[in-house]
């Protein structure tokens, strides 16, 4: 599916507003799904015992919008997020999250795809484990590592995107810009001078530019994690409960599939995602259920 401009953009939602209408998941029996007409009175969508969702009036359907996700605003949600696979850590950092249930995003460069003979296989695989599971848009080509040109050409940056959305066969309009921590959800912006200008354009594009509160470094010499996994837990939550995230009480951490290509490397990994599992406040999440996403992303 492309989403070329505007008006494509546009038809293609209505499109999946309808189909979410029919396979909207109820959380409690009762999903309200407000109309995309501004002003008009939210309708209300009985669920029946299926899960099933099924309008209570027979007015023609119109385009709706999609199921909020509801967060509880007693716990602290927590986005682990993988950048740069398919590559070598990608299966293994999977196995993890899959072993411990804890749900992942993982930011896909297109090219890394098309450079392994398993490249689809793994993406499939990721895709399918869905909602645990969530793929995202990290480029086509990452920059090719040039940065500063890469975002001094926003038309060109663009369409590489588009590209890579296309090649990825996502469905949802979530992004990470390669090598910079911007965001763009439905109300807010936060981007630096040099990456303003394509992040804008994503932003109109109905994407949602996704950054990130803490980074696990790694050595870019042989991709090691290099803080421990007792030190990021406690990174973690220092951040949380001092408020130093882009949203209160929503961390999203990245990390690099690369980082765990090896067993005591992914020790760690399973390592810290124990810690944090130890806090009854934390919530795993997918990066679809970040609060103040524009809702383009939701399908
Ligand atoms: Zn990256």
Not at 78 to 88: A, E, H, K, T, V
Not at 95 to 104: F, G, N, P, T
Request: aromatic residues 10%; hydrophobic residues 35%.
């Amino acid at each position: 599916m492309q989403y070329n401009c505007s008006v494509i953009y546009h038809e293609s939602i209505q499109i999946v507003k309808m189909k979410h209408l029919i396979g909207v998941r109820a959380l409690s029996g009762l999903v309200f799904i407000s109309s995309c007409q501004s002003g008009e009175a939210a309708r209300e969508i009985q669920s029946d015992s299926d899960g099933q969702a099924k309008a209570s009036n027979t007015a023609p359907a119109v385009p709706v919008a999609e199921q909020a996700f509801i967060h509880d605003t007693s716990r602290q949600y927590i986005y682990i997020s993988f950048d740069d696979g398919p590559q070598r850590g990608t299966m293994e950092s999977y196995a993890i999250c899959k072993e411990l249930k804890v749900k992942a995003t993982y930011f896909l460069v297109a090219a890394h795809i098309k450079g392994r003979n398993d490249g689809r296989k793994i993406v499939n695989t990721l895709q399918t484990d869905n909602p645990a599971f969530v793929t995202a848009n990290h480029s086509y080509y990452h920059a090719k590592g040039r940065y500063d040109s890469f975002y001094r050409h926003p038309n060109s940056a663009f369409q590489d995107f588009q590209r890579a959305q296309d090649t990825i066969r996502l469905n949802k309009k979530l992004l990470r810009l390669p090598g910079n921590n911007a965001w763009a959800l439905k109300d807010t912006m936060r981007a630096s001078r040099l990456v303003k200008p394509v992040t804008r354009k994503l932003d109109s594009a109905g994407y949602n530019v996704l950054g990130w509160d803490s980074e696990w470094h790694f050595n870019p010499k042989d991709a090691r994690p290099v803080q421990s996994a007792e030190k990021m837990a406690r990174h973690i939550k220092s951040l949380l409960d001092s408020n130093q995230t882009f949203t209160r009480n929503h961390l999203v951490l990245l990390t690099h599939d690369r980082m765990f290509q090896r067993p005591s490397d992914q020790d760690s990994l399973r390592k810290m995602l124990q810690l944090l599992k130890q806090n009854p406040r934390y919530v795993f999440e997918t990066l679809d259920h970040y609060p103040g996403l524009k809702r383009s992303t939701i399908r």
